[in-house]
């Protein structure tokens, strides 16, 4: 579309907003144009790499790929992105490479869809043309004019504001152990100084139920712009919808338990998972079992999960019992071990039916598998023999207060590191360099560039029936590359 009807006020402007001030709604949507390379009106943006290349969506080449987030620029492949602050842009170059006068809004739009500098040179090949409608250009030049001068949300000179997402309906009494802890830590932390002098101001959300609802729910937190980083301490049912808004909204979101991590490549920037899910549960299970039991008894029978979405768990554990010599089938005959993905009907008869014929295999549980409880699901004399997996250390503390309260630690240590002029992508960076960090959780926590699960492996133990309690030593089966 053509851009010559707009009108352009000069760049920079005179009457710039508040750093500290939230973003316009059309800074927020120019944002989004930049950060995300999508248009808040849903239509499509397209990009053009060279004179006649063929256009890609403007998402698989978003501004702050090359030029960062704060726009300062880099290097990149090779090639050095310009700096897009409103200060380099407003400013002429003079260097030996390139020589032009300084942008203004109309300069600058050029630049973007042609590719072409105030002296009308063509720029660097690596840099995309892209098409952008009359609205989209206003809003991207209204975010670029506070690109780098953005400020914190929820960052302020004495507070630091932390979202904690707890889970609502039946779990209301586990919600309220996680927040009581969680209160304590930060009142801990306040009366030790704080973190830099900022104290830390906890913020708690019940996520809606059904899980389909979570996502809308954390968009609407976020988008009041007053939480610095959040803690989600169990994003089960909803782990991608809730990952693609902390993503597009640049937040870091650290999840204690999640059952299905997104583990993408690249991976999320700012999101995190304390722990492993249950394909890492379920690979746990099956590396203890090849443990316990000699070669010759490696038989395993899988019971297939009842919902749809689990059924790439069932694959994948075949995969790893076959690497660890076990024989496997999902029928029903007599096998060494029986992995169940099901705790439903279906698992409670077969069951029943190998207690019936005398057989007593080793049964395998995840322990964050949802369904019935695993204590009227295994008939008596085959209790003692059901190993548990469980991705945090059993104990006196509820496991989900031992995982929020690891997860704080994690925050707390990567604000820490990151110093007193922190922001979400210095603590973003920060927390992705953790290694071997001892939490509290029973195992250490490492991330990386490529990793985003802190503890890979879960947990096993023995289940004491006569005292519904985990039976044993928990031991810890790493499963970390």
């Not at 043309?129 to 960052?155: F, I, M, N, S, V």
């Not at 009366?191 to 389909?212: C, H, K, M, N, S």
Request: aromatic letters at 4%.
């Amino acid at each position: 579309m053509s851009l010559r009807s707009l009108l352009f006020l000069l760049f920079p402007v005179l009457a710039l907003p508040s750093a500290a001030a939230p973003l316009s709604l059309e800074e927020t949507r120019g944002k989004q144009i930049y950060t995300l390379g999508t248009s808040a009106s849903g239509v499509e943006i397209e990009a053009v790499l060279g004179e006649e290349g063929a256009p890609l969506p403007a998402s698989a080449l978003p501004c702050a790929g090359c030029h960062g987030r704060e726009g300062h620029g880099g290097k990149e492949g090779g090639v050095r992105p310009s700096d897009l602050t409103r200060e380099a842009l407003g400013r002429p170059a003079a260097g030996a490479g390139r020589r032009h006068p300084a942008y203004d809004d109309r300069l600058l739009i050029r630049a973007i869809t042609l590719g072409v500098d105030p002296a009308g040179n063509k720029l660097h090949v690596a840099m995309p043309r892209y098409r952008l409608t009359q609205k989209d250009a206003a809003d991207l030049l209204a975010y670029l004019k506070r690109l780098g001068h953005e400020g914190e949300p929820g960052l302020e000179p004495t507070v630091i504001h932390l979202g904690v997402l707890l889970p609502g309906g039946a779990r209301a009494e586990e919600a309220a152990a996680v927040r009581a802890a969680l209160t304590a830590r930060g009142a801990e932390i306040d009366r030790g100084g704080g973190i830099y002098g900022r104290r830390l101001a906890l913020d708690f959300v019940t996520l809606p139920e059904p899980p389909a609802d979570r996502a809308a729910k954390l968009r609407e937190i976020l988008a009041g712009g007053t939480l610095f980083a959040v803690i989600g301490t169990d994003l089960s049912g909803a782990e991608g919808e809730l990952a693609d808004v902390a993503e597009a909204a640049g937040v870091p979101l650290l999840s204690t338990l999640a059952a299905r991590p997104r583990e993408s490549s690249p991976p999320d920037r700012h999101v995190f998972y304390l722990t492993s899910g249950l394909g890492e549960q379920v690979e746990a299970l099956i590396e203890a079992a090849a443990r316990k039991l000699p070669p010759a008894e490696r038989s395993l029978m899988i019971v297939p999960p009842g919902p749809a979405e689990l059924a790439g768990i069932a694959t994948a554990a075949e995969a790893a019992a076959r690497r660890r010599g076990f024989s496997v089938s999902r029928a029903a005959e007599a096998a060494d071990a029986i992995l169940l993905l099901d705790r439903g009907a279906a698992a409670k008869a077969l069951l029943r039916r190998e207690e019936t014929l005398g057989r007593r295999p080793l049964i395998l549980l995840p322990g964050m598998l949802p369904g019935e409880d695993l204590f009227t699901l295994v008939p008596a004399p085959l209790s003692d023999r059901l190993l548990v997996s469980l991705p945090v250390l059993p104990g006196r503390a509820l496991p989900a207060q031992t995982a929020a309260l690891a997860a704080a630690e994690v925050l707390i240590e990567g604000l820490k590191r990151a110093g007193r002029e922190v922001g979400r992508e210095s603590l973003t960076a920060v927390l992705e360099k953790l290694y071997h960090f001892d939490a509290g959780l029973g195992t250490p926590v490492s991330f990386g560039p490529n990793r985003r699960i802190g503890a890979r492996g879960a947990f096993v133990a023995g289940v004491d029936f006569p005292h519904r309690a985990l039976g044993g030593a928990a031991v810890w089966i790493d499963l970390a590359d």
